[in-house]
């Protein structure tokens, strides 16, 4: 899509007649270094800086050196330029506004990368916070800054004398203008050899020159904070290299970048194919990546004999070195490299013979070979291997993250595997397929079909008890499968939790009847709340602009004040609302086996107590004539997630729920997770506008299969979230005197509620609901 100026007249309409020609005068060059997108962003950022109202060079400045700076690190940036010149507005004046706008294109062009471009501009609204009298006068000197500094070295100076002259603001323009003494030590200090901007044409044609083709290469800083920097690595079809080289042991620092990039391009060119890091532990990974950049290099050295005296050179252990792995380590990679060095250690001369039987260098897999028998070896020799500080030393070489294929979970695959569904299928038959095709008493996790008896099954004996019943088993629903998260991975493990209904056993309806007597009291109190809760009819809503009647009193009202010239009241008419509740809720109770604790000083136990608000509320959900439901569940590790009905949506608060309340005991563990997403089903299949769920623990998540408690805590949160994008709100209350620890990140700031005192329950479980839906 082309973009034309003259389509922009309106937005640019208040530009001043000399910033109007000026941007006429570069538009043919913005066109030429930027896409359509850019000069969308190019035109509207004009805009926007007219809009402060700080003068026109500051937009002059804005419409020349935007061009410029895109050509220099890519239109990306210039949004961020943008975003911070708009917010230096309200903290300094224009002047340095214009100071940083015209330097920019300096900074583009020597720092050369957009992301070092764009740490720039943090570094430079970190500074104007710190020193805000030191910022002009460095932006004045910033080309002899960064003609010496890289961009660490340039906010390590900068911090210094910042922190230096924090209050002083006369010694802060000194010390950012390069006046002072101290400044200038500074800058003598921080500076480096040789910068990558300064030798990068020299680099890339001398790659063209030896492999007859274009790589590309960028800068990185990885010294803010300490001055070694990054290894060279390569990623996203890039040789990424530090952004300058000090001088090394009688090595220059453009030696240092032709050996860094002639081994980058060794590795671009020989590793054709990954190798599988799978089964293998960091000391074998270690030594591979050794052997890796031996094969590579002596690929190279055949083809051009001179990059051996390039990479020797960078080499500088000795037989004598052998207090640590690393030592070793770099012991066997100048062995393999350098023929003329001489070794008495047995296992690196084991290293240098293996290599050298070594048929054919062009396949990778001899590196495997030989890694993973060194590593073997390697531990005769009873040293510890530390992967943080044993590793290669030479400055010139990557870290090898190029040649590795690491295993990972490749979420579009699993789809393609079909994990979004569950793979195995149910299917019910009668009682004679079952006989004659079933020769297995149980079926795998593996089992392609599982079959299920659609009815009970009755003994020969006409005794009118199924074998289910007779051994105290209960027939079990089709299982439904959930989907868990997994934080580590930031992903969903698909079909990964199994959740199965049960028929909860009924109890003496007595006990129930018992709760409702001896909170006969509590009753009465909250029956004047729930009568408040109960619709009211119709409703008038006056003073409305709109509405379906005329407000007579507010109409004769208007009149009158328009007789004695009194400006009128146009609210005039009024509305007849119908207040209806529409509202389903869901109660879900954790049943897991703490709940059978008894209260401390009491002796009852806390699912006594989870049983008696349950009941108090229920009186109070049937009182208002809200459709409620309440809902029980426990775990057993992922595949045993049991689920209890004790009360449908569709079903009457008779002696039926009742008697599966008295009958609920606790048991097993607590998968949160699993358990709201299924309650969250039943939820969804609820019309009313809308829709709470109740959930009542006693702890946090967790399983007999989950070791990391983050685990559980981070799948429940992901829950949560899901429910609500589904427009149901979940609410939970805690009787763990420890849950501000966890429940409000799972839940929500504001979506939860724990009671220190236990004994409270009962009364604060109907208020509760009362509030929620009010």
């Not at 792995?325 to 008495?344: E, M």
Request: proline share 4%; aromatic share 10%.
């Amino acid at each position: 899509m082309a973009i034309h100026l003259e389509d922009y007249q309106e937005l640019l309409a208040d530009l001043s007649p000399a910033c109007q020609q000026r941007l006429h005068d570069e538009w043919h060059e913005a066109t030429r270094a930027l896409s359509a997108r850019g000069l969308d962003n190019y035109l509207k950022g004009t805009a926007a800086l007219q809009h402060l109202g700080r003068g026109n060079e500051l937009v002059l400045s804005w419409i020349e050196v935007a061009p410029q700076v895109a050509r220099a690190v890519g239109e990306e940036c210039l949004t961020d330029l943008v975003q911070i010149a708009l917010g230096f507005s309200s903290r300094t004046s224009g002047t340095v506004i214009e100071r940083l706008l015209g330097t920019a294109p300096v900074a583009a062009n020597r720092l050369g990368d957009a992301d070092l471009f764009q740490a720039y501009l943090q570094f430079l609204n970190h500074l104007l916070g710190q020193a805000p009298r030191g910022v002009r006068p460095m932006l004045d000197n910033l080309e002899v800054l960064l003609n010496q500094l890289t961009l660490g070295g340039l906010r390590r100076w900068a911090t210094w004398g910042a922190h230096a002259h924090r209050t002083n603001y006369e010694a802060q323009i000194e010390y950012f203008g390069l006046v002072s003494k101290e400044s200038l030590a500074m800058l003598q200090k921080e500076r480096k050899g040789t910068l990558f901007i300064d030798i990068q044409r020299r680099i890339n044609m001398y790659l063209r020159a030896l492999w007859g083709r274009d790589f590309f290469m960028r800068p990185t800083s990885g010294d803010f904070e300490r001055r070694e920097g990054y290894k060279p690595y390569i990623e996203s079809y890039f040789f990424h290299v530090p952004d300058a080289y000090d001088d090394h042991e009688g090595i220059s620092g453009l030696s240092l970048y032709r050996a860094a990039a002639a081994h980058c391009a060794a590795h671009w060119v020989a590793t054709t194919a990954p190798i599988s890091a799978e089964n293998l532990n960091p000391l074998q990974m270690a030594l591979i990546e050794i052997i890796e950049d031996a094969r590579v290099e002596t690929l190279a050295i055949r083809r051009f004999p001179g990059l051996a005296q390039l990479w020797v050179q960078c080499h500088h252990t000795h037989a004598g070195q052998g207090a640590s792995a690393g030592d070793y380590f770099n012991r066997l990679s100048r062995a393999l490299l350098d023929s003329n060095y001489q070794d008495p250690d047995p296992w690196v001369a084991e290293g240098r013979l293996l290599f050298a039987q070594a048929e054919n260098l062009n396949d990778h897999q001899l590196s495997w070979d030989i890694g993973v028998s060194l590593a073997h070896t390697f531990r005769t020799k009873n040293i510890a291997y530390n992967p943080r500080t044993d590793g290669q030393r030479p400055l010139y070489r990557d870290d090898n993250r190029f040649i590795w294929a690491f295993e990972g979970f490749d979420f579009e695959a699993a789809l393609a595997a079909g994990y979004d569904q569950p793979r195995q299928v149910r299917r019910k038959v009668n009682l004679m397929e079952m006989v004659n095709e079933i020769d297995t008493e149980l079926a795998g996790d593996d089992a392609q079909e599982i079959w299920v008896l659609g009815t009970e099954l009755f003994p020969y004996e006409d005794t009118g008890v199924s074998f289910n019943e007779q051994e105290g088993k209960e027939p079990l629903s089709d299982p439904f499968h959930y989907a868990e998260w997994d934080y580590q991975i930031q992903l969903e493990r698909p079909s990964w939790v199994t959740v199965l209904e049960r028929h909860p056993k009924r109890g003496d309806l007595a006990l129930i009847e018992d709760i409702t007597f001896r909170n006969k009291r509590l009753i009465a109190r909250m029956k004047f709340i729930l009568d408040a809760m109960q619709p009211q009819g119709v409703t008038r809503l006056r003073k409305l602009e709109e509405g379906d009647d005329i407000d007579l009193n507010a109409a004769i009202a208007s009149t009158i004040d328009l007789r004695m010239g009194i400006q009128p009241e146009p609210r005039i008419m009024m509305r007849s609302v119908r207040k209806v509740r529409d509202i389903s809720v869901m109660v879900l109770l954790d049943l897991s086996e703490s709940t059978n604790d008894k209260v401390a000083g009491q002796d009852y136990s806390v699912l006594d107590l989870t049983r008696e608000a349950t009941v108090l509320l229920a009186d109070a959900i049937h009182k208002v004539g809200d459709p409620f439901a309440i809902h029980g569940f426990c775990s057993d590790g992922r595949h045993g997630v049991s689920y209890y009905r004790f009360k449908d949506f569709d079903q009457d608060y008779d002696d039926l729920p009742k008697e599966r309340l008295a009958g609920m005991k606790g048991q097993l563990s607590t998968r949160m997770g699993a358990a709201v997403r299924h309650a969250v089903q039943h939820l969804k299949r609820q019309r009313s506008a809308k829709k709470l769920l109740l959930v009542l623990t006693d702890g946090e998540p967790a399983d007999v299969d989950v070791r990391d408690p983050q685990y559980l805590r981070y799948d429940t949160k992901k829950a949560v979230e899901e429910a609500g994008r589904a427009g149901i709100l979940t609410y939970c209350l805690s009787l763990d005197p420890r849950a501000d620890q966890y429940v409000s990140r799972i839940f929500g700031a504001k979506n939860f509620l724990v009671v220190d005192q236990v004994a409270r329950l009962p009364e604060k479980l109907p208020l509760l609901y009362a509030g929620l839906t009010r």
